[in-house]
């Protein structure tokens, strides 16, 4: 006879099987027992604490497995018997005890990066009453929006070495109270003056620039390759839902309550964020003592990123020119997303003119339209995947559609004189921007799996020089230009990053 014991709690102090109990320690309470049978299995459990949780299967000669589960409390045992086929199958516990603990992570990023937005965009809006407040003309706007950039741009490649050395489970965590501190502190720093809320700004940056190197290390040790378009589109997603969040709550609170109560309010939510992170996280499957071992096997099985990173290969990541399309594109991409995040609640209500409430609601649109067409995208592209599409095929299919989408959708702004019109065409080209979350957003992963978080926060870095390059050069060119030649730049870099990505990209891994 053939005898498994499987585990399922980290209460249990040990499990013996044999036809002798051990010596019983002092402190603790013996089981035995559980099931006699003509051959029987005994089974001595010494929980640590009052409860615990097991199962032990026992196959026969022909191929049958008798399972018995067991609930232990004090003194206390309940079970059940039943019989099973082949392949064993799981106690049968609460929902949310079953529920796959990768998606419990990929949960946990995506909130943190709804948190991440909500913080981000709320300057967005509260910078319309502050600019009134203040005296601030659009060049100076432009500079407080970028100052974010300065602290975001420092962190990108230091986040990602700091993620792939020592866990991404502490990089995040402190990313997320790091940033949350700098917003609670804005309307402090604004009081005080214009150079206050400059570093204040940087150092939001700072906390934020190290989320995407961090959640990138920790899904690729996580999450299957099967699995990997979805899980980002789903953490990216949580970016535009809180782009929706904080743009349709702020103007709520700032008519309410007025423009710093936007910043405590939303600044507050990363310490609740924080005690689920420490409480329900880890760096890697092998951290983590509560892993069924169902979901191990499958994670160590089809995840490539297993060994922690001790150096880092820098001169053959700059060799590979997949690497420099990946940044290159980035930049490209990020140009035009960082002006419509940054810029979009102003177009609505000079161009458009729309008061602060509505172009803090309608600004909502395209970004809900993103969350959705994200997920739609990642649902596409792993399925293509599965049916035997190539890796490279299917990132050039979606970034593609994630650089054409908006240049064709922004050109036709010009010519549009409806604010109808104008709020469809703005979540449409937002919407085809999201399918970059299954191209170049999921690229990293893809050519180096080790090296992940290193290379998002190369490529990042390029994508925040873009975005500090284009949100200031917006307000410069709105005081001498228009909208047109802002949408007439954005478009030209889409185009060029067509190019590149189709020309150089691959999906293959290149860096081992």
């Known amino acids: 006879m053939n005898a498994r014991a499987l585990l399922c709690s980290p209460n249990i102090h040990s499990l013996y099987t044999s036809n002798r109990p051990p010596e019983k320690p002092s402190s603790s309470r013996s089981l035995r027992n559980l099931k006699p049978s003509p051959k029987s299995l005994r089974v001595w459990i010494y929980p640590r604490n009052r409860s615990s949780v097991f199962r032990v299967l026992v196959r026969s000669s022909d191929k049958s497995e008798s399972s018995n589960s067991y609930y232990v409390e004090g003194d206390k045992v309940s079970g059940n018997n039943d019989v099973v086929s082949d392949s064993p199958s799981s106690i049968v516990l609460p929902w949310w005890e079953e529920f796959p603990k990768r998606w419990v992570i990929v949960l946990l990023c995506f909130s943190a990066f709804l948190l991440c937005n909500m913080d981000r965009v709320n300057m967005s809006i509260a910078i319309l009453p502050m600019s009134a407040e ?94 990997r378009s979805r899980s980002l589109a789903l953490v990216y997603s949580g970016m535009y839902l809180g782009s929706v969040t904080g743009l349709a709550f702020s103007p709520f609170l700032i008519h309410q309550f007025g423009w710093p109560s936007v910043f405590y309010s939303f600044g507050s939510l990363g310490t609740v964020w924080l005690t689920l992170w420490l409480t329900k996280a880890e760096s890697s499957p092998l951290e983590d003592p509560t892993l069924l071992p169902e979901e191990r096997k499958l994670i160590a099985d089809n995840c490539a990123s297993k060994e922690p990173v001790k150096s880092i290969p820098w001169r053959l990541i700059l060799s590979k020119p997949p690497v420099w399309a990946l940044i290159s594109c980035h930049f490209c991409h990020n140009w035009g997303t960082f002006i419509l995040l940054t810029w979009m609640p102003t177009y609505y209500h000079q161009v458009l003119k729309f008061n602060l409430m509505e172009s803090g609601l309608l600004s909502v649109f395209p970004w809900m339209t993103m969350a959705i067409s994200a997920n739609a995208g990642g649902w596409i592209a792993d399925t293509l995947v599965s049916r035997g599409f190539s890796v490279t095929n299917v990132r050039k299919i979606m970034q593609t559609i994630g ?91 889409y185009l060029v990053g067509t190019v590149i990505w189709n020309l150089f990209s691959t999906g293959e891994k290149i860096i081992d």
Request: proline fraction near 4%.
């Open 134 to 227: 203040y005296g601030w003309n659009p060049a100076t706007v432009g500079l407080i929006q970028s100052s974010f950039f300065w602290g975001y741009l420092l962190t990108q490649i230091a986040g990602g070495i700091w993620a792939d050395t020592v866990g991404g489970k502490r990089v995040l965590g402190f990313g997320v109270i790091w940033w949350s501190i700098a917003t609670i502190l804005t309307p402090v720093a604004a009081k005080l003056g214009l150079p206050y809320l400059l570093v204040v700004r940087a150092f939001m940056g700072v906390g934020e620039g190290v989320a995407m190197p961090a959640m990138n290390n920790i899904l690729s040790k996580w999450v299957p390759v099967q699995e």
């Open 403 to 493: 650089f054409l989408g908006p240049a064709f959708f922004l050109t036709q702004l010009k010519h549009i004189d409806s604010p109808t019109m104008a709020v469809l065409c703005m979540a449409c080209s937002q919407g085809t921007d999201a399918f970059s979350q299954s191209g170049l957003y999921s690229n990293h992963q893809d050519i180096a799996p080790r090296y992940s978080g290193v290379l998002l926060g190369l490529s990042n870095t390029a994508g925040v020089l873009a975005g500090v390059l284009g949100t200031a050069a917006t307000g410069h060119i709105l005081q001498h230009g228009s909208w047109d030649d802002v949408f007439t730049i954005s478009v030209g870099l």
